[in-house]
C-alpha cells in the first residue's frame, strides 16, 4: 500500500472488498488464518528487521515501558502466530440462525448472524495487535481497517503487508487487511469520520484516545472502557476467601481493566478483616475513609478523588459501610460499569447484589479478575466494553457480528 | 413537574427512578400500565382540553397534515388506552437468561437480560407517542424521559401527568415518567448531550431531527433510519406475483419507511412484465432508465437523484439490470440498508440475495411492507433501526434492554 492514497480511498478499499469476505466460508477464512500464520513464521526477519527500525527511531522518544511494547522478539512473533492459530479454531460465528419462526400468513422469519462489514481499529505503541486485530476480524468475515501509532509504523507495515501476502494466496482478495499508514492527528479524525466505510470503529488504547473518540467519531464505535472495579466484603463473608479474592482481584496484575480498585467492607466484619488483610496485602498502599483510619491508623485518608480513580497500579481505596444498600449504593456513584464483586454467605445479599448493580459483570465469590474473553470461555477478545448498547463485557467473535432478518415468503402481501 | 426544573435536574431524577424500575416485577409493571390506560380514559377530557389548547395556538402555524398529527379525540384516546394494555400483555424480556455455562474451574456464568436504565426520546408532533413511548420504555423496565414538540407541549404535558399518578399509584416512582416541558432548540441539544443520565436516545422524527442527534448527540443512540427499498424482479418471477408484491410495496402506504421506493426488473423479463405492472399501477408516478423508456415510453428519465430518494409517496424510480450481481451492486450502492426484496422462482438466486444483500431484512417473495414489529409478531415497535450495532430491524422490547454477566463462584481466584 503505497502512502500516496488519501484515508478515504483506503476506506473505498476496505468497503470493496467487505461483501466478498462477508460471504467467504468458514473453511476459505480458517485457510487464510492458517497461511498467515505460516508466513508470519517464515517471514519473522522481515518483521524484526522492521522492528529495529522503529525500535532505533524511538529510543530517544519513548519510555522504557513503551519500548518494551513495542519490541517484537522471537517469542512475541511465535504468540502472534499461536494466536492466528488459536482464531481459526474457533467456531465462526457468521451463519448462525439465532431464531426463526412461521407468522400465522406462513412468512418464515428468520434472524441470520452476519459481520458488520468493516471494522475499524485504532490502536497505540503495540505492533501484536496489527495481527491480532486482523485475525479476529477476518475470522468474524469483517475487512480489518487498521491505524496503528506512528512510533510502530514500520512493524505494522510489515506485518499488514505479510497478512495481506498469506490472505491473497488463500483466495481472499488484500484489502481484507487495510493499514493506514498515515499517523497524523489529522488522519486520525479522519479515520474516525469516515461515515459508510467504516461500520464499526474499536479503540484499542487509553484515556486519550477514548477522549477523542468521543468527540471526534462520527462512525459507529465500541468503547473499551475503564474499569473502577470494587470488591465488597459483606458481613457474612468467609475471611480466609475474602483476602485471597481481594489480593486477586487487586494484585494478580494491576495494570488491567479488570483489576480492582476499591474495597468496600461490612462494618460488622471491619475490625476483624481489614487488619489480616493489611497484614496479607503488604505490597497495596491503601487509602481509607475515616472508618478505616481508626482500625488502620496507617493507611492515609481517601479522597473522594481516590474512590473515583482507576490507579491501575498498587493502591487500593477502602470504604466501610453500614449496609449493602450503602454499598450499592457506592458503586453506583463511583463504579465505571465494569466488574462489580461481592464476598457474601448470604444468599439474599447475593442475590440484590447480583441484580441491583448495573455492571457489565456482578461476581458472587471470585475474584473481579475473571471478565475477560478467555476467562469466559470466548477463546479471544479485542477489548472489553462498559457499554450498553450492543455489547458488554468481553468482546469476543459474535460482539463483532449483527443479525439480518430474513423473510421467506409465497407471496404475501401486507392487507 | 415545574418549567423551573432544568434539563440535567431533570436527567438526575430520571436516573434515580432507574434502579427502582429495573427492579420491579413484571406484576407491578403491568398493573401500572393497566392503572394508567384506565386513568387515560377517565382523565380523557382533560386531555382533549389541553390538546384543544395546542390546536388553538397552531391552527396558523402548522399544516393541516401536522394539526391532523397534533390531534387528540375520542378515539384515539381510546387507542393510547388499549395500546398501553398491549404493552401489558406482551412477555416481559427483563430477566431473561440467554445463556448460561460453567467453566472448567467451577464458575458459574450466566447472561442476564436487564433493562438500559433511562431512555431519552425526542419526538416531532405526535402527543400519543407521549404514552406509546412510555408504555413500552416502562414494560421493559426502563424510565421514560420524553421531550416532545412544543406545538403539542400541553397535550404532552396532560397526559405526562396522567401516566406519572397512575404509575405512582400502582407503587412506581413518579419519575419513571419524565417530560422536558422546554421545548427550545437549545434544550434539546442539552438533552441529547446529557451524558451519564441517558442510557439510549431514540429520535421519532424526520431528517432534520436525524441529522442534528448525529451533530449533537453525546448520549448512545438508535437511529429510526430512512427506508430507499428496492424490489427487484428476477428473469424467473411470476409475473402476477411480482405484480401484486410490487403494487403492496409501493402503494399500500407510500408515506412509511418499509414502502419500496425503487424497482429494477431483470432485462429478460421487462418488456413482458413492465406494461403489465403499469397498467396495474396507474397511481405511480415512474422515473426509468433509458432502458425502461425503450418499453415504456412515457416514463420520465430517472436521475441519479431519483434512483438515491426515499420519495415517501406515489413515485417510483425504475431500472433494467442485466443480470442478479448487477441487481445485488445496484441496491449496494443506492439502499439505506432497510429492507431489499426480490421476486423470483430461483432458490440460488433467492439464496444469493438474502446472503450477499446487506440490510435490516431481506425478502424473497413477500412485500417489503412486512418489515414492522407488529407484522413480525413483536406485538408493537418503538422504530426501525437501520443501524448494525445493537439493533437491526423493529425495535421490540427486547430492543430495550441490555445483557449483563452474572458470575458465581466458590471463592475462585485467578491464577
Redesign the interface.
Known sequence: MSDSFSVADLGRRAKSAA?IL??ATTDIKNFALLAAADLILSRKDEIIQANLEDLSLAKDVLLDSAIDRLRLDQSRIESMAAGLRQVAALPDPVGEITHG?T?PNG?E?SK?R?P??VIGVIYENRPNVTSDAAGLCIKSGNVAFLRGSSTAINSNRSIANILRDAFSKEGLPKDVVVLLEETSHESAVEFMQLEGMI??LIPRGGETLIKSI?ENA?V?Y?LDGSGNCHVFVDSSA?EL?AI??V??SKT?RPGVCNAAESLLVHESIAKSFLPKLAQEMPSVQMMGDQATKEILPSVSLATEEDFATEFLSLKMSVGIVQSLDQAIEHI?HYGSGHTEAIVTSNIEN?LRF???V??????????T???DGE???YGAEIGIST????A??PLGLTELT?????????????K
Chains 1, 2 share one sequence.
Open positions: 461483501p462477508a460471504n419462526w407468522r412468512l422469519i441470520l452476519v458488520l462489514g461500520d464499526c468521543k462520527k459507529p465500541i468467609q476467601m485471597d479474592i489480593i486477586n494478580s453506583r447475593a447480583t441484580k441491583e448495573d455492571a457489565a459483570a456482578v461476581v458472587v465469590n471470585a475474584s479478575r475473571f471478565t476467562q469466559f470461555g457499554q450498553k448498547l450492543h458488554r463485557g449483527t443479525l439480518k432478518y430474513v423473510v421467506i415468503g409465497q407471496g404475501q402481501i401486507r
